[in-house]
């Protein structure tokens, strides 16, 4: 055996203590979640419209900043929310799971991209409603990856803008900003007009409509800011 192999065998073993020890506190992070999501005063406006029914589910693309909002905002509801495959995503589907959320397509930036689009439209596809994190999971922030234009083409479904804001709250020092409401905070939720993405639409039809979501998301997100009394992203 090499030296350097000698060497990784500790950190390998060092990681899965630290792996193991982040597991155990899986049930405390979702029960800590769920207490603090019950005290949220939640206000969707208008009609749901991802609420699933024939023939296909729904799809819905929100920020990653608001990830912790729609995790406590959708608990019990069965929406699917992709999580990446990593350390920390396996960690985020236990405590999502616990939640009441359903089971998440996983996959990562570079080889599992391919299965997990084709995961989500098959979910799609039997009735489930699935959220994308459209600038996940590594960013750059407010900037959708084209996934989810090809899941709405594929699938046949049209993507629905979903901004979350609350009041008050902080910001986590993450790429996205991640939004968490503080307990009792006001908490609002608002859909804009779908994207249909035709079945032929390719290349430079495709890079619009994912061009044409982002504007979408900014100017949901801003009004939703603004009518919680927020700077937008403050």
């Known amino acids: 055996m090499s030296k350097t192999s000698r060497k990784r065998r500790p950190l390998k073993a060092a990681r899965r203590r630290v792996r193991a020890g982040a597991l155990l506190l899986v049930p405390l992070v979702a029960g800590v979640m769920r207490i603090l999501a019950a005290t949220w005063r939640v206000r969707v406006e208008g009609e749901d419209p991802l609420a699933p029914g024939p023939p296909h589910g729904r799809l819905g693309a929100l920020w990653h900043g608001s990830v912790l909002?729609?995790?406590?905002?959708?608990?019990?509801?069965?929406?699917?929310?992709?999580?990446?495959?990593?350390?920390?995503?396996?960690?985020?589907?236990?405590?999502?799971?616990?939640l009441g959320l359903g089971e998440?397509?996983?996959g990562s930036s570079r080889s599992g991209a391919v299965s997990v689009l084709r995961r989500m439209v098959r979910l799609?596809?039997?009735?489930?409603?699935?959220?994308?994190?459209?600038?996940?999971?590594?960013?750059?922030?407010?900037?959708?990856k084209r996934g989810i234009v090809q899941v709405?083409?594929?699938?046949?479904?049209?993507?629905?803008?979903?901004?979350l804001s609350a009041r008050p709250c902080v910001r986590i020092g993450s790429w996205d900003r991640m939004l968490l409401p503080l307990p009792?905070?006001?908490?609002?939720?608002?859909?804009?007009?779908?994207?249909?993405?035709?079945?032929?639409a390719k290349g430079e039809r495709l890079e619009a409509l994912r061009r044409a979501l982002d504007v979408r998301l900014e100017l949901l997100t801003s009004a939703t800011e603004r009518a919680l009394g927020r700077a937008p992203d403050a």
């Open 124 to 144: 799609v596809r039997e009735g489930r409603v699935v959220a994308v994190l459209t600038d996940g999971p590594l960013g750059p922030a407010r900037v959708s």
């Open 69 to 98: 909002v729609a995790v406590g905002v959708y608990r019990d509801s069965g929406v699917c929310v992709p999580v990446s495959r990593s350390a920390d995503g396996d960690l985020i589907v236990a405590v999502i799971e616990r």
């Open 152 to 163: 709405a083409r594929l699938a046949q479904v049209p993507i629905v803008p979903v901004a």
């Open 104 to 106: 998440p397509p996983r």
């Open 184 to 200: 009792f905070a006001r908490v609002l939720c608002r859909y804009g007009d779908p994207i249909q993405v035709p079945p032929d």
